[in-house]
Every structure is written in C-alpha cells, then in structure tokens.
Nanobody, 121 residues
Framework: VQLQASGGGLVQAGGSLRLSCAAS????????MGWFRQAPGKEREFVAY????????SYADSVKGRFTISRDKGKNTVYLQMNSLKREDTAVYYC???????????????WGQGTQVTVSS
C-alpha cells in the first residue's frame, strides 16, 4: 500500500483545511487509516483514525470537535477536515495505514510522505 497525502498549506487561525490521503493497493475492510502530526521539536502524535470497513472513528482530545476524519471507499481516499484551526495545530501531517489501528505509531505499517500545515495568528 502506498499513501499520498496532500492538502496542506498556510491558513489563519480560525480557518479550515481539508487534507487528503490517496491509497494505492488493496485496502482490506479490517484496515485502519490514521492521521498523525509532528510539530518542530516534538514527537509524532496521534490525531485521528477511521476503520475502513465499519467507518468508526477515534480522535485525540486536542482535536475532538474540530477535526473530522472520513473515507471514500470508491476513491480509496481518507480525508481530514480541520476546522477552527489553532496555531498549535501547526505541524507536518502524516497519513498511515495498518491492520490494527490505534493511537500509537507502531500500530501502523504504511506511511505517507507528510504534508505541512501552518496556522498563523
């Protein structure tokens, strides 16, 4: 599975962005697609995941109520809609795929290249 993330950019605080992650290769119903982010000088942290088959989701507390993860099975694509962005959301965002899912990086086997999100005040 190869993952291609896109949609990052520069946005003012309070604004919105939608990230996309296009997957090539077969995604099984049991697979989990996730988003992580890494800010300068900080460790990579979990943002959200979605179970490909059932569509159930999970979010980090820091983004709950502001971010929404979704998937389009026909396009093999996962989205991260980010609203009410804050400066602290500035980071490189990575999409990931794996058979287990969860909030840990080690739960994911495949990773995209990352897309930069910068939120200005």
């Amino acid at each position: 599975v190869q993952l291609q993330a896109s949609g990052g950019g520069l946005v003012q605080a309070g604004g919105s962005l939608r990230l996309s992650c296009a997957a090539s290769g077969r995604i099984f119903s049991s697979s989990v697609m996730g988003w992580f982010r890494q800010a300068p000088g900080k460790e990579r942290e979990f943002v959200a995941y979605i179970r490909w088959g059932a569509g159930t989701t999970s979010y980090a507390d820091s983004v709950k109520g502001r971010f929404t993860i979704s998937r389009d099975k026909g396009k093999n694509t996962v989205y991260l809609q980010m609203n009410s962005l804050k400066r602290e959301d500035t980071a490189v965002y990575y999409c990931a795929a794996g058979p287990f899912g969860g909030s840990r990086s080690i739960d994911y086997k495949y990773w995209g290249q990352g897309t930069q999100v910068t939120v200005s005040s």
